[in-house]
């Protein structure tokens, strides 16, 4: 299944709620206080020892459960308005962020690295080997179970804070952050291995996972449809050669705008 809404709100928005609602209750009690001062002195002798408690009292009992009940609407509405946009980035199957999504977060990163060292990293495109003759021999169904695997299988080889998205069908997406060449074919390989250790067996019969990757590293500016180009250019050699293997080239910045 794919991402879904929860109305159970996570224990840190309880918190936010609680906080909100003692600092706002506090504040309250400071203006009763001075407010109440004020008008006392104006029509009597000046606050005493009960309109004092009185004061800070009555904005507790009527504040606070008032109080509480805004800041947690407010905390839900946060908290909707994360998923619809965590719903907005993602694949409906894999749970892995969606090509629209994916390509605004790599360009945002690519532009973030600019203004620092020189940027270097890594994008890999990963196609799924044979996979009509899973949905022909399986049916779709088993076909979105074997992309499951797949997906699972590349979010459990990369690091944190790494990038992977469902590109289309049956196509993925990996953006290797302040990776060198050397790391960026090493985490291609394991997701490779990864892949094909996955057991995948509908109805008991079972069908060997195994991806084909291309990919580029880089060290210098690079533009997203550059990477894509080229890594897609390394991606159809493997294609058209021996499947389940890894291609990885590694081009500076410049060479990008010219690489086939």
């Not at 993602?90 to 020189?118: H, I, M, Y």
């Not at 804070?161 to 990996?174: A, H, P, Y």
């Not at 060449?181 to 291609?188: D, L, N, P, V």
Request: proline share 4%.
């Amino acid at each position: 299944m794919g991402p879904e809404l929860s109305n159970r709100l996570p224990k840190s928005a309880w918190l936010a709620a609680l906080r909100l609602t003692a600092i706002v209750i506090c504040c309250v009690i400071v203006v009763s206080v001075i407010v109440s001062a004020v008008i006392l002195n104006v029509l009597s002798d000046g606050m005493n020892q009960t309109g004092l408690i009185v004061s800070i009292v009555m904005p507790i009992i009527i504040g606070t459960p008032v109080m509480f009940y805004l800041a947690v609407g407010r905390q839900r509405l946060k908290f909707a308005n994360a998923q619809l946009a965590k719903l907005a980035a993602t694949d409906w199957l894999t749970d892995c962020l969606n090509r629209r999504a994916f390509s605004q977060q790599v360009t945002k990163r690519l532009n973030e690295a600019k203004a620092g060292p020189r940027p270097e990293g890594a994008l890999l495109v990963i196609d799924a080997d044979h996979f009509k003759a899973i949905n022909d021999r399986f049916g779709h169904e088993r076909g979105d179970e074997a992309l499951q695997l797949i997906a699972g299988a590349i979010k459990g080889a990369v690091r944190d804070g790494d990038l992977v998205s469902r590109i289309g069908g049956e196509e993925f997406g990996v953006f290797l952050d302040r990776v060198t060449s050397e790391t960026a074919a090493s985490i291609a390989d394991a997701i490779r291995a990864a892949i094909a250790g996955q057991v995948f067996a509908p109805a008991g019969q079972v069908h060997p996972l195994s991806v084909s990757i291309g990919g580029v590293s880089f060290r210098g500016e690079a533009s997203l449809s550059d990477l894509f180009r080229v890594a897609d250019a390394r991606l159809y050699d493997v294609k058209d050669s021996q499947r389940g293997r890894v291609n990885l080239v590694t081009l500076p910045g410049p060479a990008l705008s010219s690489a086939a």
